[in-house]
């Protein structure tokens, strides 16, 4: 009885816990929802009202017909995505190095990899900027290598960690069986850290899909190349000053949905992952 | 043959340069205004068949904006000819912009606009920027709650308008808990210089730094009427509206929980616009004055021509066209974008489209710069020093007497300058 | 225990042969890191330079200014410190004045140094009855500094928590588990420059707002909390946003690092009898060490880097380090200042950093 009435009490608890912390982490995104429908008189009125009284898609209409949005959304794809496939891929290469090989010099490649982002990115910013100019390259590839910057690490550093928790017997037994480094790191390694894969790169991809200020002035001269948060910033109402809070509202909603969606996709590798990842040591 | 090809490349590319000339505008982002100058330059396009004008959008937000011009400038860049910029940037900007007197036209336009947005916009004896459209406070009021309480017309004294607000205020709370008499800009912002510099020049109290460089803030006026805006914060304004930008005010305004509201005249056509709760029940006047006469803060926006510009002859010549008679009647017509161009405020067109214009010349004309010329290169650091004070006092932090004198202090470390009466 | 085998894999143990072998398996590891110098040296050497050497410079933004080399002179300017008394303040006959029954003392503008720097203050306290005064050059920054300190210790902490929750709840079978994975990453995906706004909407200062108009429908506040302008609100604030933004990023990385932690290892403390609590400290908590630095590294470094919602919600009212040192570039044209407080920032991520790896024990080598 006492342990039975335990069990009830921990279910309770362990359901309690999981809906307050549901509801933290949902509510803005509501809200944000419930913004981008009403309209705007009511948007406005005091006090709030927490359901929309009449709904009005005017908002969303209003993002849907803005083209540089919608631009917007296929270069931040194309940019985040290469970012991501990138620092994925070389710092997978770093990461096999750092976490399964002995060298000098490791402790000092580890924290100059890290020194790359340890400064705000407006300190670099003048600086990276003038490197771009120097290279004379495009907004969208000038994107994808300085987003680097703040990405890179990040993969290095947790692939490395991923990859020094693997069980060296694996890797010896694949060496016993006559496959040389990179064979290993190919069959081996990738395929058993593939759903930390998914993580990190999902992760990074976020990253480069929100960072605002590098796109910011790289593509200011180039306007077709902008990138999903520099088309917000440039959202704006019809007159200066005014700010129009539904379309932005509405903008973060269809911004944040495609994101969803695709670690809905990814999930069943993650899945996969959770079952299959339980590597035999 | 790869030679003659190279060669023949050559030739077509500089024959291109020589043919079309490009200029590009970085101008507002903003909708309606985005079109308005689109349509301009589609204008001096078709009367100008050699020359390619492109209007980039810059982002709405002052500090954004500034913070993109600045890397253009410091990476000299010739990417941008024209460059729209605030009132309070030609002094800080200054070395990178050509002056405009040595272009054709600029002498006999400056004569046309209004003289103290000219004056802003020269530097030693260069005119840095033309200007484009202005912005000055204003004072919204209720015309319906006034005659419910039976006040005559808007409040002439800062006294007046407290004793208005909190009658109207009163009454109003009975139906309307949220209901409160007088709405602001109190964030600690460029904003709040804005609201600051209008109460302290409305009190005969200077202009922070008087226009020949003399440290003036410290002084009763200043002190006695910042002292009387911190009295507001909670009784007729939220205590909230220290916190408070322009959007923030007009949205409590417009959704009628205010009686009076200070702000730009964009809130006009917003507040008449339809579905706004207080369309058609409300106008503008003057700022209400303390000691000496109102005050509204001069805000707006002008064009520049870039030192970096490869065409500046044709970049001033595209400038000047934005900013002439014809184009700035189209923009106060269909924008609201007030007028820099005095004749404008007698166009019988124009009146008809914004009749507010005609009876607020006075508050055009008269604006009230902010010291940003004279404190040039370090205004941003004079704004900030000011408005940080006085929101400290707004919060109830510091009062006004111990604010002002650090901040004189603060001041005179920033500029260098002297200091004295106003 | 897994822990104890790690160790580097492609080596024999026959001193001879290792070395030959040692020496390959160094160079296919410096080829792998190939790419990642190429990118450091395209990309961030010279900014990174840069931003050290300006840090020893008077350069400013967008000027034609000649630049100088002045030493340590920003450093000096934004780091100076000192502490005065404050002597009490004496009525014309030499009485202590005494106003509410608390002491009254000179006010610090008088006694703190003017020159060479002028200081002013940053905070006043009492110690052993006596009234001291923090005065530094730029009172502003190291405000800035402490609460940016204060902000990054308690969100961190907040979130590894919040983090580690959700992780082992999604680790453990449950309907719905699917839809409470993605709806997880939805802060964490949600443009950062726009969930400052929708934070800015939910917690404006009059019942404008949701969080005014639901405090005073159940009976708290009066609908006028100024949860951005009340000074002992704004960290606050700061937190629950910074929280609520980054949570998922941390349990995503722990799920992550959950899910390479071998099966056999619980069942085998199962067979043992241990309780699932004691199996958490035994075998959970330190095979996710490696995993919780590296999260713990760079959730760290985000948040002492700390700039979009400061600077969107806050403006001037209060800096973290990163909005200051952006004010002073844009608006003060301060390359030198503006630098010399970016390499504030980087030292103290590298101090965390070293902190954060002798601490879980996971160091590289």
């Known amino acids: 009885m006492n342990k039975k009435t335990r069990l009830v009490l921990g279910q309770v608890f362990f359901w309690l816990l999981i809906t307050l912390i549901f509801i933290y982490l949902m509510f803005p995104f509501y809200w944000a929802t419930v913004s981008a429908l009403k309209t705007e008189q009511e948007l406005i009125q005091t006090p709030t009202s927490y359901f929309p009284k009449e709904l009005s898609l005017q908002n969303f209409a209003a993002v849907f017909r803005n083209d540089s949005f919608l631009r917007g959304l296929l270069n931040s794809t194309i940019v985040a995505l290469s970012v991501t496939v990138l620092s994925l891929l070389i710092g997978s290469f770093a990461g096999y190095a750092l976490g399964k090989m002995r060298f000098r010099g490791k402790s000092p490649s580890m924290y100059l990899i890290l020194a790359m982002t340890m400064f705000p990115q407006i300190a670099v910013l003048a600086g990276l900027y003038a490197v771009i100019r120097t290279l004379n390259l495009p907004a969208i590839p000038s994107m994808i290598l300085s987003y680097m910057i703040f990405t890179l690490p990040f993969t290095v550093w947790v692939l490395t960690a991923f990859f020094k928790g693997l069980p060296v017997s694996l890797l010896q037994a694949a060496q016993v069986d006559g496959a040389d480094m990179m064979q290993t790191f190919w069959q081996i390694l990738l395929p058993l850290t593939a759903p930390a894969l998914v993580t990190t790169g999902l992760l990074a991809f976020i990253q480069a899909w929100n960072e605002y200020l590098f796109a910011l002035t790289f593509t200011s001269i180039e306007p077709t190349a902008r990138t999903v948060p520099v088309a917000m910033a440039l959202f704006s109402g019809e007159i200066a000053r005014q700010e129009p809070v539904g379309e932005i509202m509405a903008a973060a909603i269809v911004v944040t949905i495609p994101l969803v969606v695709l670690v809905l996709i990814f999930q069943n590798r993650i899945v996969d992952g959770l079952t299959a990842g339980a590597v035999k040591g | 043959m790869k030679k003659i090809l190279f060669s023949l490349a050559m030739v077509l590319a500089l024959g291109t340069v020589a043919l079309a000339q490009t200029v590009t505008v970085a101008a507002g982002a903003v909708g309606q205004e985005l079109e308005l100058i689109k349509a301009a330059a589609q204008r001096y396009m078709d009367a100008n068949p050699g020359v390619t004008v492109n209007v980039l959008e810059t982002p709405d937000l002052a500090t954004d904006r500034l913070g993109l011009y600045l890397q253009f400038f410091e990476a000299q860049s010739s990417e941008i000819d024209v460059y729209q910029i605030d009132v309070i940037w030609p002094g800080d900007l200054a070395e990178h912009l050509v002056d405009l007197y040595q272009f054709p036209g600029f002498a006999e336009a400056a004569q046309e606009h209004f003289p103290a947005i000219v004056e802003n916009n020269t530097v030693d004896g260069q005119l840095l920027a033309i200007p484009w459209f202005t912005d000055a406070g204003l004072l919204y009021y209720r015309t319906d709650l006034l005659e419910k309480y ?212 006075d508050v055009f004309t008269g604006a009230q710069p902010r010291p940003s010329t004279v404190t040039a290169p370090n205004y941003a650091q004079v704004s ?39 | 225990m897994a822990q104890t085998q790690r160790q580097t894999a492609l080596t024999t143990t026959k001193p001879r042969a290792m070395s030959e072998l040692a020496r390959r398996e160094e160079r296919t590891a410096l080829w792998l890191l190939l790419p990642s110098f190429v990118i450091i040296l395209l990309i961030a050497i010279y900014p990174l330079g840069q931003v050290f050497y300006s840090s020893f410079t008077s350069a400013r933004f967008a000027s034609s200014e000649p630049t100088r080399f002045i030493g340590f002179e920003n450093y000096r300017n934004l780091l100076s410190m000192t502490i005065r008394q404050l002597p009490p303040k004496l009525d014309e006959q030499g009485n202590p004045v005494i106003t509410d029954g608390e002491r009254q003392y000179e006010t610090w503008v008088r006694i703190l140094p003017r020159q060479p720097r002028r200081y002013s203050s940053v905070n006043e306290f009492n110690f052993f009855g006596r009234r001291y005064v923090l005065g530094a050059t730029n009172a502003e920054f190291i405000t800035a500094i402490w609460d940016t300190v204060v902000f990054s210790v308690v969100s961190v902490v907040l979130e590894t928590i919040f983090g580690l929750i959700i992780a082992l709840t999604l680790a453990t079978k449950f309907i719905g588990r699917g839809v409470m994975r993605a709806a997880m990453l939805v802060p964490w995906a949600i443009i950062t420059v726009v969930s400052a706004r929708i934070w800015e909407w939910i917690l404006a200062p009059t019942r404008l707002g949701f969080m005014n108009t639901f405090l005073s429908d159940i009976g708290i506040g009066d609908g006028n909390i100024g949860f951005f302008t009340n000074s002992s609100l704004q960290l606050p604030s700061m937190i629950t946003m910074d929280v609520w933004k980054t949570t998922p990023f941390m349990a995503l990385l722990l799920l992550a690092g959950l899910a390479t932690i071998p099966k056999e290892l619980y069942e085998a403390a199962e067979v043992d009898g241990a309780s699932k609590i004691r199996q958490f400290f035994s075998v959970t908590l330190p095979l996710l060490a490696p995993t919780l630095a590296v999260a713990l590294i760079f959730r760290t470094l985000d948040a002492l880097r700390v700039f979009d919602v400061f600077q969107v919600v806050l403006g001037s009212q209060r800096y973290s380090m990163a909005s200051f040192a952006q004010d002073m570039l844009i608006a003060n044209r301060d390359v030198g200042l503006s630098s010399a407080a970016s390499v504030v920032i980087f030292v103290l991520i590298f101090a965390f950093a070293i902190f954060y790896i002798r601490v879980l024990g996971v160091d590289s080598e």
Not at chain 2, 158 to 168: C, K, Q, R
Not at chain 2, 334 to 357: C, K, R
Not at chain 2, 405 to 421: C, K, M, N, V
Request: proline share 6%; glycine share 12%.
């Open chain 2, 150 to 361: 039976g006040f005559d017309g808007p409040p002439a004294t800062w006294d007046e308008l407290e004793d208005m607000a909190m009658t109207i205020q009163e009454g109003e709370r009975a139906t309307n808990p949220d209901f409160w008499g007088y709405v602001w800009q109190g964030n600690s912002y460029e904003g709040l210089t804005c609201d600051g510099i209008e109460w302290v020049a409305s009190n005969n109290g200077g202009s922070i730094i008087s226009p020949d460089g003399v440290i003036t803030i410290n002084n009763p006026n200043a002190i006695e009427i910042i002292d009387q805006a911190a009295s507001w914060v909670g009784t007729i304004s939220p205590g909230g509206v220290t916190g408070f930008g322009e959007e923030d005010a007009r949205n409590l305004w417009q959704s009628g929980n205010s009686a009076f509201m200070r702000n730009w005249p964009y809130a006009f056509s917003l507040g008449n616009s339809e579905g706004s709760a207080v369309a058609g029940l409300f106008d503008v006047a003057p700022l209400p004055a303390g000691k000496g006469s109102p005050a509204a803060c001069l805000g707006g926006w002008q064009l520049a021509v870039s030192k970096y510009s490869e065409n500046p002859d044709v970049a001033a010549d595209v400038a000047l066209f934005l900013a002439s008679y014809d184009e700035q009647k189209i923009r106060a017509i269909q924008g609201s974008l007030n007028p820099t161009i005095m004749a404008l405020y007698e166009d019988p067109d124009v009146l008809e489209a914004a009749p507010f214009f005609g009876s607020l010349y």
């Open chain 2, 384 to 422: 900030r020093a000011f408005f940080t004070a006085v929101h400290d006092v707004l919060t109830g932090q510091q009062d006004a007497e111990t604010a002002m004198a650090l901040l004189e202090l603060d001041l005179e470390a920033i500029t260098g300058f002297p200091t004295g009466a106003p």
